[in-house]
């Protein structure tokens, strides 16, 4: 009898239970969330964070000396940890809320402060830009969207840690993630990817930014944030005087396989939609990732004689860095052609380039990333394929002209900005380990441990 009364109870309340998942819109407009691409875009999650940890943890992990290697992989765990919090609290709601007044274009507000509200349908108020990621149905919970967002708030701090590898103190990396994720990679995130933002809308009566999955949000952001850590560190103690070859590439193969794979979900999953355009968009990563190992392998082998390890998979990193701001936007093609040219662009920014220039990038973060990302993004404008949507011309020159003044206003935020927050950081706390820790190793002068 009690068994009775259960199931009747339990059959009771299962349309309430449904009718969660029918939310409306602001214009009262029933959706229904597809578990499809709801399902699709919680899998992207699981592999945009595995780039992370264990992924970039070892891609970098691998290439530094064995004294620095714990300390390597605690930047990435650490920086995962913080940023999970930081978005949280804060950080998605300056991102992806619609703003207020002047403002709107530039940053969002507090309405998703600590994440307040997010139990409410995701359509509440705002729809993504298409002009950032094609013409976007949103059928996936915010919640859903709000973690996918977190994992590349965190694994684009944790770029820029190749940069400085070997030489910062652990409480000043801290700090200046903290304080980074809140003052750049919200607002450019905003200026992309929110319905308000100026890029996203199209900026001097240009056709809007065409960045699928973060060629300027991720990538040049990154780059270009590493680049200024490297130029206000200075050098490693011995760069150009004493071997700092990898100590073990192997882990550092396991790593940029992980990231290769982790990709094709950080990419397609951008597509929000388990449909079409994720299908190409991850044709177009698988394809632009091979075309590019192959370019920098190539390009290795005519100048320096040998084909390496770490120049093959450098150069499939390099690829998919390229194609991330096209992925959903270009044919196999075009494709294929921005790895090749991102893989041989990125071998000679972290070969002659950084020789010219004489500044110590540990682990080619702005040669890689910094570099490909502003290969990929104008060339996005140059090959893509359309009408994109409602706001996206096709490849052209309107379109390039747009995406030369996102990368442009992304090098400027995120060059200045970095710059003036590692200044604040070094006069106040220090950036930089002494000398004798450097020469010691991080893994016992930061974290008293080694790998024996």
């Not at 390009?299 to 690829?319: C, D, F, H, M, Q």
Request: with cysteine; glycine share 14%.
């Amino acid at each position: 009898m009690k068994s009775s009364y259960l199931k009747a109870g339990a059959l009771s309340v299962l349309p309430l239970l449904l009718s969660t998942a029918t939310p409306a819109l602001a214009n009262g407009t029933a959706l229904k969330f597809d578990s499809g691409d709801t399902a699709w875009v919680m899998i992207s999650t699981v592999l945009v964070l595995l780039m992370t940890i264990p992924g970039l943890a070892l891609f970098y992990a691998g290439m530094v000396r064995k004294k620095n290697i714990l300390a390597t992989m605690m930047q990435a765990f650490a920086i995962t940890c913080l940023m999970t919090l930081v978005w949280s609290l804060l950080g998605y709601s300056l991102a992806f809320t619609s703003g207020t007044g002047a403002w709107a274009p530039y940053i969002g507000d507090f309405s998703r402060l600590m994440l307040r509200g997010i139990e409410t349908d995701f359509n509440n108020g705002f729809i993504l830009a298409p002009g950032s990621r094609g013409a976007v149905t949103e059928t996936i919970p915010e919640n859903v969207f709000m973690m996918f967002q977190m994992t590349f708030a965190i694994i684009t701090p944790a770029v820029i840690a190749g940069a400085f590898a070997d030489r910062m103190k652990f409480s000043a990396m801290c700090i200046f993630m903290i304080l980074w994720s809140i003052l750049i990679y919200s607002p450019i995130a905003h200026w992309v990817w929110a319905p308000t933002g100026w890029l996203a809308q199209g900026a001097f009566g240009l056709p809007p930014v065409a960045d699928f999955a973060g060629g300027n949000v991720v990538e040049i952001n990154s780059g270009v944030a590493g680049l200024m850590s490297c130029l206000v560190l200075g050098k490693r103690t011995g760069y150009g005087t004493e071997a700092m070859a990898p100590y073990n590439l192997g882990y550092a193969v396991i790593g940029a396989s992980l990231l290769w794979v982790g990709w094709l979900g950080f990419n397609a999953g951008s597509a929000l939609t388990s449909g079409g355009r994720a299908g190409m968009a991850m044709t177009a990563t698988q394809l632009a990732g091979a075309a590019a190992a192959l370019g920098w392998m190539g390009a290795e082998w005519l100048t320096l004689g040998k084909p390496t390890v770490l120049g093959i998979i450098s150069g499939a990193v390099a690829g998919l860095v390229a194609i991330t701001p096209a992925a959903g936007f270009v044919l196999p093609n075009a494709a294929v052609a921005i790895g090749l040219i991102g893989g041989v662009g990125c071998f000679l920014a972290a070969t002659r380039l950084k020789a010219f220039f004489g500044y110590d990038d540990s682990l080619d973060t702005f040669g890689v990333h910094g570099v490909g990302g502003i290969i990929g993004t104008l060339l996005t404008g140059v090959w893509a394929y359309g009408p994109l949507s409602a706001g996206i011309n096709q490849g052209g020159l309107r379109q390039f002209w747009s995406q030369f003044i996102a990368m442009g206003a992304t090098l400027a935020w995120s060059g200045i900005g970095s710059f003036v927050l590692l200044k604040i950081i070094d006069q106040t706390i220090g950036l930089r380990v002494s000398e004798e820790q450097e020469r010691l190793g991080l893994d016992e002068a930061l974290h008293g441990e080694s790998l024996g």
